[in-house]
Every structure is written in structure tokens, then in C-alpha cells.
């Protein structure tokens, strides 16, 4: 089993496998690795999977339950013209920089139900650092990007999402939608560990060790 259908399986799957006719919008296809497991689930609980990528992808399946949409994912207008008006599920796996994830994120968020779920891929840079397995400099600044940006997303809408992160493999964001109101722009988070408070505060525990 790959890494990334682990990370399916363990972090995704199990809050949303009990979901009665689930509607789930997945913006990248690729190899279908989580078309697929989400086509087993939509088949379990008679959902719908709607799935969008700028490359035809149409052969991955011929399932009944599925709807592929070549397009851009960011082509708003016109993929809500082809779902329903709400879903349960978002599923953000394509171009993995934070302006595009925020700009996906905010633009779909008013498609969600009250507890549904929005899952967006490779959030994590550990895997991609400086002498790491997957060594790679351009996964490593977009996902430490990318988590950040959700950070600062959080920051400024507590009261209407939860948040969380699994690192497993290149990491996923889990955000659960707890109310209707609309998603507030990110806040910057103003760090004090550049502040004069803490650099005293460091110098304090150096002299007591000497």
C-alpha cells in the first residue's frame, strides 16, 4: 500500500464513511489512487463523485456514481453549473501553491454542508527537505507555504471551522465546517519570538547554565 492511500484510508475515509447519500467534489484526478476509494465509498452509501482535472481523465472509471469535468479547477462558474448546489465533501489535490489552495478554498467554501469536510493535500515540507528522502526544494517552500497560509486562515475563523493536520507522508489538512457564515480573510500571526521580551528571556536561561 502507498503512502498516500495509507494516508487516505487512516485520515480521510473514516470521517466521512458513515455520510448517507454523500455528494463529494474532488479537484484532481491524476492516476485516480482517491477517485477510486471514493467511488467504493459513494457506492456503499449511494453518494455522487464529481471530479475535475485539466487533463481528460475520463477512462479512469465507468462507474455510474461518477461525473468527470475536464476543466481548470479554478473554472468556478462554470464546475458549479454541473454539481449539485451543496456538497459534503471538497477534496483540493492539484496545484499544490497557497495562493492557488486559498483561492480554491474560498471559492467552493459556500458549497459545503455544516459538518461537512474539506481535505487539501501535501501540507507537509518534511518529507521534501534538504537531505530527506524526497529532496525536493519546490514541494518543500509550497508546502511549508501552504500550511502557513492555513494557519492564518484559522486564525481568523475559529468560530466557524475546525482545523487539524496529519503528517503522515506529504501531510493533509482536515477542516470541518461548523457554520454557515462566511469564511473571513487570513489573518496575519504576529509571532513575539523576535521581540525584546524573548530575547531577554533567552539570554536569562543561557546565564543560568553557565
Known sequence: MSDFIYKIEKELLPRIND?????????????????IKFLELCKKNNGKLFSVDI??????????????????????????NLIPQKI????????HEAEHVEKLLYGYYDLVEVGGYIFIDDISHLPYLKNSKRNNFYCEINNQETFNKLIQIYNNNESSI??????????LAI???????????????????????NILRKLWKKWKKK
Open 19 to 35: 455520510i448517507p447519500n454523500i455528494k463529494i467534489l474532488e479537484l484532481g484526478v491524476q492516476k485516480g489512487r482517491s477517485t
Open 55 to 80: 487533463e481528460d481523465c475520463s477512462s479512469i472509471s465507468n462507474d455510474l456514481n461518477w461525473k468527470f469535468i475536464h476543466s481548470r479547477d479554478d473554472s468556478f462558474s462554470h464546475i458549479k
Open 88 to 95: 459534503n465533501v471538497l477534496f483540493i489535490d492539484t496545484i
Open 162 to 171: 475546525d482545523l487539524n493536520f496529519s503528517f503522515i507522508s506529504s501531510g
Open 175 to 197: 477542516i470541518k465546517k461548523k457554520k454557515n457564515d462566511k469564511l473571513l480573510q487570513p489573518q496575519k500571526i504576529i509571532l513575539r519570538n523576535l521581540s525584546i521580551k
